[in-house]
């Protein structure tokens, strides 16, 4: 890839590649995921800029009731990548490592799959979803005691 050239992809996986992603990032369904994709060298080195948009309709669990939660996505990504053996300028002042990759290719499915991975509501909740109370939980709030209650009384005593 010469300096200031782009490759740009479009991807879209089969239904093995969705059925073994879904199980991957523990979702019920992954109905579609495709993602576009652009690589560029960075002018002046060795940096190669991914971005691109990932799209795709899934199903999570309730964090609640278990129930499938369907949500659609559609986001943007970027990430900088570096061959292997790369070492940042001392005098760098961006804080963000690069990605690292073998300097031959960069596998942009694993790429879109981690950031779909990071895209997923990590608390997916059902709308009619409802957290009851446990039994007896808060039934009498009189006989709930302070955890240092006793700490002053246990202080005055000699050892």
């Not at 369904?29 to 576009?36: G, I, R």
């Not at 031959?104 to 950031?115: H, K, S, W």
């Amino acid at each position: 890839m010469d300096p200031g050239s782009e490759i740009s992809r479009e991807i879209e996986a089969n239904e093995s590649e969705r059925t073994a992603l879904a199980t991957r990032l523990g979702l019920q369904q992954l109905d579609s995921f495709s993602a576009e994709v652009t690589l560029r060298r960075i002018p002046g080195g060795k940096l190669i800029r991914a971005s691109g948009r990932v799209m795709a309709d899934v199903v999570q669990s309730c964090v609640v009731s278990m129930a499938p939660v369907s949500a659609h996505i559609d986001d943007n990504f970027e990430e900088i990548f570096a061959p292997e053996g790369y070492k940042p300028d001392d005098d760098s002042e961006d804080d963000d490592l690069p990605e690292y990759f073998d300097g031959i290719e960069i596998d942009i499915g694993e790429l879109a799959a981690q950031f779909l991975s990071l895209m997923l509501d990590p608390y997916p909740r059902a709308p009619d979803a409802v957290i009851e109370p446990l039994a007896d939980s808060e039934a009498d709030v009189s006989e709930r005691r302070r955890p240092f209650e006793g700490l002053a009384e246990m202080l005055k005593k000699p050892h």
